[in-house]
């Protein structure tokens, strides 16, 4: 981002109406540019939200900005050497004698302990993105620029350890240092002129590449659910039909290896919970035999649904989506083939198209690189691992599903169903921001949250927070319902409520809502209803019980419910916490 591009943004009108997303600025320098263009990301990620960027401060004083950071929704915090002992930095005439570089060392050791420290306290209700020393250490040793020399090592050292230990704490978020040595090469950062007329260090592109990165671990891009590959020239080299099951290839003998790493890269995808389908125009039979050899990297075990047939691909991406019983936005499709993306766009324009530039293998690395962007989480939870089993089981058991024929009582009856209710809003379970910011189809009113407006909202006293997991015969959900809100003397207030879609049609909403009655002993739940083109389902649910279908905030009575409510027949366990 160019900074006239950064001030044009700041110069429009910002939404009045909405809650500000507040951010505190923390560094040892004067802010300058960092915080116009960080302003302005945020503007761009948060678009429709009021953003407030907090950065005061002393100069050079670091450690204590750090414990003064204000009361906002993230902190970004921007550090550098010079914060860790001033005669790291340019401005400081404090002695590189080599006799003091021991005195260095020990001091970095003890201000990166109290910076943890206090990073640590800061992150308990919120989340903060921390940028580590970016800038190049200046020649404070005494060996020559190409040797590095034990000093340089054990600052280095001291900083991966801090590195370490503040990426274990859950709420910590740290800008990757490869990714920014991509973006901003080393000899383009440090701007010695601005940081010693204004205290400013940074050249403009990299003031630019840091803050787009805070801003990206501060309000992070929802991932991607689904993958669909083609085959020919794409999972594999060669085209199946013209030289049979043997002759496709992935390998470095066959000089296909690129074939093979875009192989694994999708096994990982897949164990971590990412769904992977394919789309081929080949004969499902042959399909069927390729995906039989026992030397394939991303066994066929990975994959779901297959289709492998003469019809146009766009028919089999709509199968795969509603398969899935996903958003098309949240869904890419990789081809080797322009014109087959071309029409898969033509008729999914949300789903993502991407080439596979299968003669370039600097290309397909890139590839790699922009696809684990778009399906990449800071954790994985134990629903990413068993989302791929529960959805092959879907169509089986959508045959005899309640909505679907008339056996319904009977199914859920044997269906021997358990939902564990957790009522616990600390430790903040991360599963439940993630489904209220991924869930669109059964979603009260479509609001999102930040980590830090989520955790701000747990920690008033009045919040009722109700996780569910669920599990039948058939196997685990895991996490798959939240709702949350405010208790009153009188009734329940819903602001938040979601339910993954592969809970459907097993009665959940209705236990759910019912042990919010039993549980809080009120007559009321009124719940924040706000209608958005995806969230039929919860419309329909909230009008079968109210008798009318709602178009705003309404009221739901205990009497109401027990007249219109499905029987369940779950057994209910409360999760143990500690």
Not at 76 to 92: F, N, P, Q, T
Not at 132 to 141: C, K, R, Y
Not at 554 to 576: I, M, N, P
Request: charged share 25%; aromatic share 6%.
């Amino acid at each position: 981002m160019k900074l006239i591009e950064a001030l044009n943004i700041l110069r429009e009108e910002q939404p009045q109406d909405t809650q500000a997303f507040r951010l505190s600025l923390v560094c040892g320098f004067t802010p300058l540019h960092l915080a116009t263009f960080l302003n302005a990301q945020l503007r761009l990620l948060l678009s429709g939200r009021r953003v407030e960027l907090l950065s005061a401060g002393l100069y050079g004083d670091f450690l204590g900005n750090l414990e003064k950071a204000g009361e906002s929704e993230a902190d970004a915090i921007v550090m550098e050497w010079g914060d860790l002992d001033s005669r790291l930095g340019i401005r400081g005439l404090g002695s590189w004698a080599p006799k003091n570089l021991d005195d260095v060392i020990r001091n970095v050791r003890a201000q990166a302990s109290k910076v943890r420290q206090a990073i640590e306290a800061n992150s308990a209700n919120k989340c903060v993105a921390v940028s580590l020393p970016t800038l190049p250490l200046p020649p404070v040793s005494f060996a020559p620029g190409w040797q590095a020399s034990a000093f340089d090592l054990e600052l280095r050292a001291c900083i991966s350890s801090l590195a370490l230990e503040l990426a274990r704490v859950a709420n910590v978020r740290i800008i990757n240092p490869e990714r920014l040595d991509r973006l901003s090469p080393l000899s383009e950062r440090l701007d010695i002129k601005s940081e010693l007329v204004s205290g400013f260090p940074y050249k403009l592109p990299h003031a630019s590449t840091v803050a787009e990165l805070l801003s990206r671990l501060v309000v992070p891009a929802t991932p991607k659910k689904g993958l669909i590959t083609d085959l020919d020239d794409t999972l594999w080299d060669g085209i199946l039909g013209e030289v049979g099951t043997q002759g496709i290839s992935w390998d470095l003998d066959h000089h296909s290896h690129m074939h093979g790493a875009y192989q694994r890269l999708l096994h990982a995808f897949a164990e971590a919970g990412v769904l992977i389908g394919v789309a081929s125009k080949n004969d499902s039979a042959e399909v069927a035999k390729a995906l039989e050899r026992q030397d394939l990297i991303l066994p066929a075990s990975a994959l779901f649904p297959v289709e492998a047939h003469w019809h146009p691909k766009s028919e089999s991406v709509s199968r795969i989506i509603k398969a899935w019983n996903v958003g098309a936005d949240s869904v890419v499709f990789i081809d080797d083939s322009p014109m087959e993306l071309a029409e898969v766009k033509a008729v999914h324009p949300e789903v993502e198209c991407i080439l596979f530039p299968k003669d370039d293998p600097r290309e397909i690395d890139d590839l790699f690189r922009g696809l684990r962007d778009l399906f990449g989480k800071s954790a994985l939870s134990e629903e990413d691992a068993i989302r791929r089993e529960s959805l092959r089981r879907a169509p089986a058991e959508t045959l005899t599903d309640a909505n679907h024929n008339g056996g319904g009582e009977e199914f859920l009856r044997q269906a021997d169903a358990e939902l564990t209710l957790s009522f616990s809003k600390d430790p903040v379970d991360p599963r439940a921001l993630e489904l209220i910011n991924k869930t669109n189809q059964f979603n009260l009113n479509g609001k999102r949250h930040t980590e830090s407006s989520w955790q701000h909202l747990l920690c008033e006293p009045d919040t009722i927070l109700l996780v569910a997991a669920y599990r039948d015969k058939y196997g685990p959900l895991g996490k798959i319902a939240v709702l949350a809100g405010r208790k009153t003397k009188a009734k329940i207030q819903i602001d938040t409520w979601v339910m993954s879609c592969r809970a459907f049609s097993r009665r959940v909403e209705h236990r759910c809502i019912e042990e919010l009655f039993d549980r809080f002993d009120v007559k009321e739940i009124e719940f924040d209803f706000q209608s958005t083109p995806k969230n039929g389902p919860v419309r329909e649910f909230l009008a079968a019980m109210l008798g009318e279908t709602p178009t705003g905030r309404c009221f739901l009575s205990r009497d109401q419910f027990s007249r219109h409510a499905g029987r369940t027949f779950h057994r209910v366990l409360e999760a143990s916490h500690g």
